[in-house]
Every structure is written in structure tokens, then in C-alpha cells.
């Protein structure tokens, strides 16, 4: 496995706008899915904490943890743990993209293939 890239610290304030950017994304695609009849997932945020909740009854959790500075990925497959690296949120065991934790997540719990993106 190649060494993980340097963590550069973002300020209190960057880390809010970013990972509210991120929880924000995350509810607009849920949203559009809703729309378009693809799955009706429903998501609550309260504060810096955003519940998926599937049609099954389970549930993801994203939470930022401002004083890591890390956002975590609570799902049926388990815990992650992601930080912002070189633009983007990497896993700090394996180096694997949010994104793309969160759409294999997703995609298990609502038995249907669902992809999350980042910008």
C-alpha cells in the first residue's frame, strides 16, 4: 500500500464549510432519487449529523467530527473514518473515497445500485 498522502489541517471555519458541503451533496442526491422515483431514502440532519434512513428500515450515519477533522460513516458493513486529503475525504485505514464507501453502502442497504459523487 503506497504512503498515505500528508493531512494539511484545514481552519474550524473550512472544515464546517466542507463537510456541511459534503452532507449537503449527499442530501440533494437523495432528493433527486426521490424525485425521479429511483429510491425513497429518508434523510435527517440535525446539526452536523445526517441519518439515511432505507426503505428496510436500516440506517446510515454521517457525522462530522470537527475536532478530528474527520467525517465518519456509520453503515450494516461497519465504521469508517475519513479525512481530507489532497481534496478529497480518504479512508485512515485503506485510503478508499467517501464517495465511493458511502454508494457501496448505499447500494447494499437499498438493493439497488445507488452512486454518491463528490465535487
Do not use: Y
Not at 425521479?36 to 434523510?43: G, K, W, Y
Not at 465504521?79 to 479512508?91: E, L, P, Q, T, Y
Not at 465511493?100 to 452512486?115: D, F, N, R
Amino acid at each position: 500500500m503506497p504512503a498515505a498522502a500528508p493531512h494539511t489541517p484545514l481552519s474550524d471555519v473550512e472544515f464546517r464549510e466542507v463537510a456541511g458541503s459534503v452532507l449537503a451533496g449527499i442530501e440533494a442526491t437523495v432528493d433527486r432519487w426521490l424525485q425521479n422515483d429511483v429510491i425513497d431514502i429518508d434523510a435527517n440532519r440535525t446539526g452536523g449529523m445526517l441519518e439515511l434512513s432505507f426503505p428496510d428500515g436500516s440506517k446510515i450515519v454521517v457525522n462530522t467530527q470537527p475536532p478530528l477533522q474527520e467525517l465518519w460513516l456509520a453503515a450494516r458493513r461497519g465504521g469508517f473514518h475519513f479525512k481530507r486529503i489532497d481534496g478529497g475525504w480518504r479512508d485512515t485505514r485503506n485510503g478508499g473515497d467517501f464517495h465511493a464507501v458511502l454508494s457501496t453502502c448505499a447500494s447494499e442497504q437499498g438493493c439497488k445500485p445507488l452512486v454518491f459523487s463528490g465535487g
